[in-house]
């Protein structure tokens, strides 16, 4: 009876190996969907890694730019204004220095032949930038790879910047010519040659982003009545 009612509507259902080659199939789909995910996510996140480090890097440059560029400047030609060495550790100088990994300089902002250290406007007189830098003008014995700008406030280095791994300047005189040491020579100094270094955030070292550079020579338009043969 069991038989004719099995020829009479036929059989149903999926044997075990079907089963089996279809679990096998959606498998490899599911994976192949997965890996695809996976493979757009990683290009998604690589993509914004590294816009966010080119923003960075042009920001940081076109405010060094901006400020190097009015070294020395006196709109009374007050004399004592522009590049200068104070590699001191706190107060007064708080490591403002002239090298190849600092820069420093001043202008006077408020015509008043004085570069203020204090009160309003005395900021806007002063240009300094370092990386790796403690509140008091040393060195950071374990790198944060933050950019910090001269301030005059209660907080002597400002963060601006962040996730830069390198800073680099080279000076030099009205010739083009590179001064070798720049803090013994800081009168002989026309333009500045700035070369920044960003990195990738270390939460996201796993993407392999390569490390972005931008260079870039500021000529110091207020030095230029100075120069010298």
């Known amino acids: ?4 009612i099995q020829k009479r509507f036929g059989q149903s259902g999926m044997t075990l ?10 498998g490899m789909i599911i994976s192949a969907i997965y890996s695809l995910f996976q493979t757009h996510h990683r290009i998604a996140a690589r993509q914004s890694q590294t816009t966010l480090m080119q923003q960075e890097l042009h920001s940081a440059a ?3 730019s901006e400020e190097l560029r009015m070294c020395g400047f006196s709109a009374q030609g007050s004399p004592g204004f522009g590049f200068s060495h104070k590699p001191g550790i706190g107060d007064p100088d708080y490591g403002r220095a002239t090298t190849g990994t600092a820069v420093y300089c001043s202008q006077d ?5 004085i570069a203020n250290e204090n009160g309003s406007g005395s900021l806007r007189e002063h240009a300094g930038f370092r990386l ?7 060195a950071k014995k374990i790198p944060d790879h933050v950019l910090r ?3 005059t406030g209660a907080v002597a280095w400002q963060p601006f910047s962040t996730n830069i791994g390198d800073l680099r300047f080279t000076y030099l005189d009205a010739n083009g010519t590179v001064i070798n040491e720049p803090h013994e ?5 026309r333009g500045v040659r700035v070369k920044i270094t960003a990195i990738p955030d270390h939460s996201r070292a796993r993407l392999g982003v390569g490390n972005r550079t931008l260079s870039t020579i500021v000529w110091c338009r207020n030095t230029q ?4 043969p």
């Open 62 to 64: 076109a405010l060094i």
């Open 1 to 4: 009876m069991t038989k004719n």
């Open 185 to 189: 020579h800081t009168e002989k100094i």
């Open 225 to 228: 009545m100075e120069k010298m």
């Open 149 to 151: 700008k001269y301030d």
């Open 109 to 113: 902002w408020n015509a008043d032949g």
């Open 17 to 26: 190996v079907e089963t089996l080659v279809a679990m096998a199939i959606s």
């Open 132 to 138: 790796n830098v403690a509140n008091d003008g040393s």
